[in-house]
């Protein structure tokens, strides 16, 4: 019994190590020290109202970074809580920087008048500033709700996947980048006829 007991308390010490546990990093855009964790990419973003955002700007993207984490599978979730029918805005992942140009993959919503349209883009060197650059669409549809609640965008070896309120509504394969950031993305261009900016309430990183 002696020799069962102990082979029991080794293989648990041993099998547990052998088991990999998920880091996960929450944020909660109470104010603005809550968000010092993040780079920004082109423009400001600051904490108003209990959401994160960028400052506009007359056109383009911004994006925000997780400061000093590399990610390759990946989930990052996010709350989008601006007007529900106009705005653009999602999680990106297995980000490469460059001025103010991504690499990598971003998994965005896009609200209209309750008609929403989500995608999973691929970008190289894609300039948020001039919008130029290369610009993939991997995987587009079309889905009908009261507003955004949580977009979550997952990458797993090469599967790339976007949910919404746990609801898978985009799927691809892509093996083009397979580490990088991860953080938001959203639109800078809050006019009449143009996508809102995304207001951002909460993010969380899950490797």
Do not use: Q
């Amino acid at each position: 019994m002696k020799i069962l007991a102990g082979a029991l308390a080794l293989c648990f010490v041993t099998c547990a190590a052998d088991v990999a546990v998920a880091d996960t990093y929450k944020y909660v855009f109470t104010k603005s020290s809550k968000a010092k964790d993040f780079k920004t990419i082109r423009t400001k973003w600051v904490v108003r109202a209990r959401a994160y955002r960028p400052l506009s700007s007359p056109t383009g993207y911004s994006a925000t970074l997780l400061r000093n984490k590399k990610f390759s599978n990946v989930s990052v979730a996010t709350m989008i809580v601006s007007d529900p029918y106009h705005y653009e805005g999602g999680p990106i992942l297995r980000v490469k920087r460059s001025g103010d140009a991504i690499s990598g993959y971003g998994g965005l919503v896009l609200g209209n008048n309750g008609i929403f349209s989500v995608y999973i883009n691929r970008y190289d060197r894609y300039s948020l500033d001039t919008i130029g650059g290369r610009l993939t669409n991997l995987c587009f549809a079309y889905f009908t709700a009261d507003k955004a609640r949580t977009i979550e965008f997952v990458a797993e070896k090469k599967s790339l996947k976007l949910y919404y309120d746990g609801k898978m509504v985009c799927s691809t394969e892509d093996s083009t980048y397979t580490s990088g950031d991860a953080g938001l993305m959203t639109t800078t261009t809050p006019t009449v006829d143009d996508p809102k900016v995304a207001d951002f309430s909460r993010v969380s990183f899950s490797d």
